[in-house]
């Protein structure tokens, strides 16, 4: 899985947008990128995924650039809600992974946001 | 819904117990994991089951067991737990050609 390279921590006023990056330089043609995120005291919560053209969903919309080298995860009007540690994954498709002990999926630290009221 | 149900949000066991920590999902899903979170540490793979009766070692198997007696159920045992295995666990589970996983809330453990 090609590594990914967030920021530790990020601010956002309450209801501006947010605009996490995720940095994924070494992504291959098959490979997908997947955003989750985790509030406090809970389990990671799947918010978006995408391969090439950009994707919306009730709770995000993800960014990607063109080269895929980068990806961009807006949440279009943050609440204090919103408030969590996000993580980018790059990742191919489960059912292309023929050796199964591959399947499990690796959480990097992600981006705290912390949405400001 | 996908539910994921871990059966304990919060255990105290002393040194050198026998620890279970049970895991439910009710969508049918192939695989299933369990993870460990430590702060600075993140999130990190114990053990993942693919199929009933198969199990698989994540990063860090090293003082865990797993048993996957129906396709429902992903149990993670402590055979004598350490003080150095307080942590938060979480059981995830994902259809066999998915990456969405769906967690449960955790189960927050300490180990006196």
């Known amino acids: 899985d090609a590594k990914t390279t967030q920021p530790p921590s990020m601010d956002c006023a309450e209801g501006r947008a947010a605009n996490l990056p995720c940095n994924h330089s070494?992504?291959?043609?098959?490979?997908?990128v997947y955003w989750y995120r985790q509030i406090h005291s809970q389990g990671p919560q799947y918010i978006i995924h995408g391969l090439k053209n950009n994707e919306t969903n009730e709770m995000a919309s993800l960014i990607i650039t063109e080269d895929r080298k980068s990806s961009t995860l807006i949440l279009p009007h943050a609440t204090l809600r919103d408030t969590a540690v996000y993580y980018c994954i790059v990742r191919v498709i489960a059912a292309e992974l023929m050796d199964t002990g591959r399947r499990a999926l690796t959480f990097g630290s992600g981006t705290r946001l912390q949405v400001q009221p | 819904d996908v539910k994921v149900t871990q059966s304990s949000r919060y255990l105290v066991k002393r040194t050198g117990e026998k620890v279970f920590l049970e895991c439910v999902q009710d969508m049918d899903h192939e695989n299933m994991f369990w993870y460990r979170q430590d702060p600075g540490l993140g999130l990190r793979l114990i053990y993942f089951s693919y199929d009933v009766k198969m199990k698989e070692k994540g990063d860090i198997p090293e003082g865990y067991s797993v048993s996957r007696e129906k396709k429902e159920r992903f149990s993670l045992i402590l055979e004598s737990a350490s003080t150095n295995q307080t942590s938060m666990y979480l059981c995830a589970s994902t259809a066999r050609a998915d990456n969405v996983l769906t967690f449960g809330a955790g189960s927050r453990l300490t180990v006196l």
């Open positions: 070494t992504i291959s043609g098959n490979e997908y």
